[in-house]
């Protein structure tokens, strides 16, 4: 079905035109609009695609144009189109009337506009700030704004972040963070709890923020390709790749066939480690540490198997714009094979551990439900949405070289923690199936690998990819040098945080470690 | 529980004397882990009690202590342990290049620990800030904030390094 059909009536019913309609490579959909009609065509849009806000955000082109600019993404799945609302927001006293009342999942991007660009989201009815603390972060201080300079901020701040309150007999609160027991990414978590039952979970995040958007501005691509696996240490591949396939998109780089089938490899091998890594960590939150070390076997085998193919244990440095630095040798191959059927003889090991014990299954069984109207409503994306019902994985959605491969979507429809698990045993088996389709693709594929010469070009592109939690975004503008003059990264915590604060009501204090584990959502890929 | 026996019978030990390509890399954490063992005995009595602050990694460090204590490298059985409180804890592992949210956190995780303690940095980023040293909102690397005794290089370090690390620190 054509777009345009829908596209057409949401367009004329405001006055506009289908010449305010702009395709850019063959993907995405470009809508310019004027203040007034923004939000009117946004609400169209989400109710039309069915998609969630995927991105939201606003960039400075005050020095070329004199104006902000701030575009709203939708995925429209149906189409295998990103659909992109764009309009100008004048720099005096800049606002926009807000899209939050009735779309939730753009609430967390429009308060992220207002304290990196300082851009009033009117309506609003959440003012606090996310990253910038009010504690060390003055008011008034827009990082994000061109010619932002850090020496010109005096004070630094002095105000007290303000928690929801619930009030009642018997009700108390337990602050939890920012530095957990763990090993792991600080955040802090503010429950409300009467007896046993969670009633009420904040989570307070941004502790981990570096600045990063900031930090890929004015960078050359080559360097920013490092940056970008420096965004979420657990998607290190999923970022990197991510990134350049924006950046291949506006220089109109072709990706050799082989070499995007190596990519899809190891983008695989990272879904595989990480979710072995999860599922051991459910059993551990669970108290069943026999098959967390088990799990945590599995995943150090794909780790160093990692080693062996690229070099690093995380795929450091292997991907590049214009495809991979380097093929893999024919002993190279036949050790993946070997290892893989290893590594799932042990898999299936731990899964039928997993399923036999009967005090673990009723652990995570109906054990931090997440429905599929709130998973809906909140916009949740990726693994968490899959096992709460929603049909959306970008590798069947725009599927790209994915076409070529055969494999199912996973989905449960429980949303419960064992619907997680689910999915991530069935992702991680589906996993190695890709692998090996890869692997007899790779035989017939043409060996094309040279050293990659990019002619850089300007412009703008949105790139994504399916990590192992769910969709990466990368929105990057480059100038005419071939600089980059901004880039938006979205990780797919971004939108899913809050669905985990919506999951664990009802549920038991001692539970919420087992619920979190089982979206695993990344610190760092959220506070950027 | 019969999976559970089944499993542990035929897995057997994992930690390391394992045959072929991996046995080089098995006979050298044995010899680091048994020199570290005998160090901390001699400087801390019984055992080395660390506890990880996050200020801002990207997780990757996380990661790879966490595979420290995995049955492979298995860093408890050289007295070793990651402890969930600072009370707790003889040393202090900081990973990130300290962002201005965390500054606040990692002093007081600091000031909660018992004399006598050190400061061990892990990963680029803790030292100096790493790649993100420019940043508007980094502290640019934990010893701008406390005295670090100990740095592990590395994006990210991996287990062998940090257990050697932690070696050539206590001579």
Redesign the interface.
Known sequence: MNYKYILKDLLESRGMQMEDLKELYDDEVHIKTEPENFKGLCLGLHKELGSGVMMLFAADERSTRGVFVIRCVFLGAKYKRWFIVNMDVSPENPRFSSLAKDIFSASLFEREMKEMYGIEPIGNPDPRRLNLHDEVWPEGAYPLRKGFDISKIGSTGSKEYKFKKIEGVGVFEIPVGPVHAGIIGPGHFRFSSAGEPIINMEARLGFTHRGVEKEFEGKSVLEAVKLAECVSGDSIFGHSLAFSAAIEKICGVTVPEDEQYLRVMILEIERMYNHASDIGGMALDAGFSFPSMYASIIKENILELNKVLTGTRYNKGFNTIGGVTGLLSGDKISHLSGSLEKILKDFKELKDMLYSSVSFMDRVDTTGILKKKTAEDLGAVGLAARASGISMDLRKDLPGIYDKIIFNMARQAAGDVLARLNVRIEEFETSAGIIKQVLEKLDSAPKQHQPKSINMAGGSALGYVEGWRGPILYWVRLDTRGIIDRCKIVDPSFHNWTALTFAVLGNIMPDFPLCNKSFDLSYSGNDL | ????LK??LF?GI?TRPITGK?ASLCKSVETIGEELKAEIYKKFGRSLHIR????????????????TT???YDIQRFGID?V??PRHADALLVT??V???????LKK?YDAMPEPKFVITLGD?AAGGG??K?????EGGVEKVLPVSLHIPG??P?PTDIIKGILAFLR
């Open positions: 529980m019969i999976n559970i499993n542990r897995k994992v991996e990880e602050v996050d200020t801002g990694s990207c997780g990757g460090c996380e990661s790879e202590i966490i595979a995995n049955p492979i990651f969930a409180s990130g290049p962002s201005k949210n965390m500054k606040l956190a995780t980023c790649i993100f420019d940043s508007y909102y980094v994006c990210p991996t």
